[in-house]
């Protein structure tokens, strides 16, 4: 079996007297350059003693994966990092080497030029694994209009042909809506991040109060609060929502929950006892937290292994990778935040 020498990008492009760009094309997609430069760099890699196809489809289980998730702004919780533990450890396990990258709108060309930049021997990327939106997605889209396998983990819809694993929290918010009208909650409210997701939700959780209360679920029925990122953000929505007098609230990510849980504290209200509070969403150590929150959260274990196994076929099936869309259900985790209403 061949071995790849560990030679630099910047040596074959050197020695084969082309750019650093046409030699990273050549070595990741052969049929992107001319036969003039292709020839160029397959002389310098015999002189630079490379021997094998650099340009074959490497294996999954020797290959380099990228995961990427957006980068956490200060005040906000990542509502994905025991995923990416998840994903880190298994493809440990699997002998995938993996490159974290948190995305960053201005930086999103850069990382993707770094991302595509391959060296023989050294740390080229196969795939990607893009873990949430904001500026992973506009990552995730740069990186598959230039070719690369990758597979997106998210919780919004978009028809940009790209395969994704599709956390529906829509369905979350409808499994949280009827638990706690089960508990007996009439006036439940909305905790939701003003981003591209929001809208979803918030039509979702409408219709999910119309057809469980038999409401009209207008705004006035089922309030909804849009809150920017971070805990403080979290504070606000909950008094507003405590001002329309609910006794219940479902929050939609973890810095929403943490402030509303500070909010109650200002106020001198206990939750669960005056206030119910349930997250769509994984909060991290929602089991230690007092109360322990109950949340409808996704078996992480089962996504990141679907993730890895459609990454390695995509992988293998260069350069036409069968296109993939999941749906992945959440469950609900009963722990001590949510209880039937009480007197306030």
């Given at each position: ?296 959260s996704y078996d992480w274990n089962t996504v990141a292994q679907s993730a890895i196994d459609e990454m390695r076929t995509m992988i293998e099936a260069r350069p036409e990778p069968a296109h993939i869309d999941y749906t992945v259900a959440p469950d609900l985790v009963l722990r001590a935040s ?7």
């Amino acid at each position: 079996m061949s071995e790849h020498r560990h030679v630099g990008l910047a040596d074959i492009a050197a020695t084969a007297g082309v750019s650093k760009a046409t030699a990273s094309r050549a070595l990741r997609d052969h049929t992107s350059v001319s036969p003039t430069s292709l020839a160029k760099v397959r002389q310098a890699l015999a002189i630079l003693g490379v021997e094998g196809e650099p340009w074959e489809t490497p294996r999954a289980d020797t290959a380099t994966i990228a995961l990427i998730k957006p980068a956490v702004g200060s005040g906000n919780v990542d509502p994905y990092v025991r995923l990416s533990e998840i994903l880190t450890n298994r493809m440990f396990s699997s002998r995938i080497a993996v490159v974290h990258v948190e995305a960053q709108l201005e930086r999103v060309e850069a990382l993707a030029e770094s991302l595509l930049e391959t060296g023989v021997g050294g740390p080229s990327v196969a795939g990607a694994i893009v873990v949430g939106g904001g500026a992973a997605g506009v990552l995730a889209g740069v990186l598959d209009e230039r070719g690369l396998p990758l597979i997106r983990i998210s919780n919004a819809r978009h028809e940009d042909g790209i395969s994704r694993i599709y956390l529906d929290a829509t369905g979350g918010i409808d499994t949280a809506v009827q638990h706690l009208v089960h508990l007996g909650h009439r006036r439940i409210g909305l905790a939701v991040l003003a981003d591209s997701a929001a809208p979803a939700r918030i039509a979702g959780f409408r219709k999910s109060m119309a057809g469980v209360l038999h409401i009209p679920a207008t705004r006035d029925q089922a309030p909804v609060v849009e809150a920017a990122g971070g805990a403080m953000a979290g504070v606000a929505a909950a008094e507003e929502l405590l001002d329309m007098r609910c006794t219940a609230v479902i929050a939609c990510a973890p810095s929403l929950s943490f402030g509303i849980l500070e909010a109650a504290q200002r106020l001198r209200l206990e939750v669960p006892r005056d206030l119910s509070l349930l997250t769509v969403g994984d909060v991290p150590d929602a089991d230690v937290i007092a109360p322990p929150l109950s949340q409808v959260s996704y078996d992480w274990n089962t996504v990141a292994q679907s993730a890895i196994d459609e990454m390695r076929t995509m992988i293998e099936a260069r350069p036409e990778p069968a296109h993939i869309d999941y749906t992945v259900a959440p469950d609900l985790v009963l722990r001590a935040s949510a209880v039937p209403p009480q007197r306030r």
